[in-house]
């Protein structure tokens, strides 16, 4: 089977998000309003604290996932039910609404900078109003496999018989932040059967012979293996791939569902305050 070949380029869209934080959103916007299972990818990333200070007040989710992966600087996080936590550069959390949760991020600037992505995974219909779950990785939890000019942290999936901390069992998510220096090339293999991306944020890198341009997301197709270069200077990216669901997509701000009646359903329930049914259970590593 052939390489991974770059099927298009999707470019950031800013957007303004919580108290009015503006974020860079690829997946998720009329260019690209999901690429299954994938729901929303957005990219933050600054020096003025002015730019984020106000942070996301509490807010609700139901029905998909959140993962969260910081670059630089740290996030406080509570939700409704009394779970706290702090989420520092190189660590990542993987948020399970699924029934409902409330919950708020309070970002914070480490060295002058507040860097990170948050990614929204989809439900499978039988997993949309389980109970809510939280996975929780300190930096020191993320392994990296390292070698002449290739760094790989493996936030999930598998390298080089090193497997990261994130689990996702409905989509046996792949999630990798790669460092290339100039010259270098990584390869990894892939399953053939999921869909992903390619997210450049530092430098240059190049697949399928065509350059990625920083902050757009190349949507990569169904091959078995994947080859990136950093052919002019040093790189760094993220490759993010996982089994599609194929189910209805309905979405209305923070509920993602596979009915419009499940969606009116969400909205009562938060009107009412019932949308929160059971407490999450919090583990960190």
């Known amino acids: 089977m052939p390489a991974c070949r770059i099927e298009r380029l999707v470019p950031a869209i800013a957007v303004s998000e919580g108290a009015g934080v503006t974020v860079h959103r690829t997946i998720g916007t009329p260019a690209l309003r999901n690429l299954d299972p ?9 020096d003025d604290p002015d730019a984020y200070i106000a942070g996301f007040p509490s807010h609700p989710h139901r029905g998909f996932v959140t993962v969260t992966y910081m670059l630089n600087g740290h996030m406080l ?8 936590g702090d989420l520092r550069a190189g660590g990542a959390q993987w948020m399970k609404a699924a029934s409902g949760i409330i919950h708020s991020e309070m970002p914070q600037q480490s060295d002058g900078l507040m860097r990170g ?8 219909a039988r997993e949309k109003m389980s109970d809510p779950d939280y996975q929780e990785i300190s930096p020191e939890g993320i392994p990296m496999h390292t070698s002449a000019g290739i760094e790989v942290r493996i936030i999930a999936g ?5 497997r990261g901390p994130v689990n996702d069992p409905n989509t046996q998510a792949l ?3 790669i460092a290339l220096t100039k010259g270098r090339t990584f390869s990894t293999a892939v399953n053939p059967n999921m869909r992903g991306f390619v997210y450049v944020f530092e430098g240059a890198a190049a697949l399928d012979t065509q350059t990625l341009p920083q902050h757009q997301l190349a949507i990569v197709d169904g091959g078995d293996s994947l080859t990136m270069t950093a052919p002019d200077q040093d790189a760094r990216c993220i490759l ?14 923070p509920f993602v569902m596979n009915t419009r009646a ?7 329930d938060f009107q009412i305050g019932k949308l929160v049914q059971k407490k999450a259970q919090f583990a960190e590593k």
């Open 158 to 162: 598998e390298y080089q018989g090193i």
């Open 77 to 84: 996080h509570q939700d409704s039910m009394g779970n706290r």
């Open 262 to 268: 499940e969606i009116e359903i969400a909205m009562h």
């Open 117 to 124: 992505f948050q990614l929204w995974i989809n439900l499978p």
């Open 175 to 177: 999630y990798f932040d």
């Open 38 to 46: 994938f729901l929303m990818l957005d990219h933050f990333n600054s």
């Open 240 to 253: 993010v791939m996982g089994l599609p669901l194929g189910e209805p997509i309905v979405q209305y701000g």
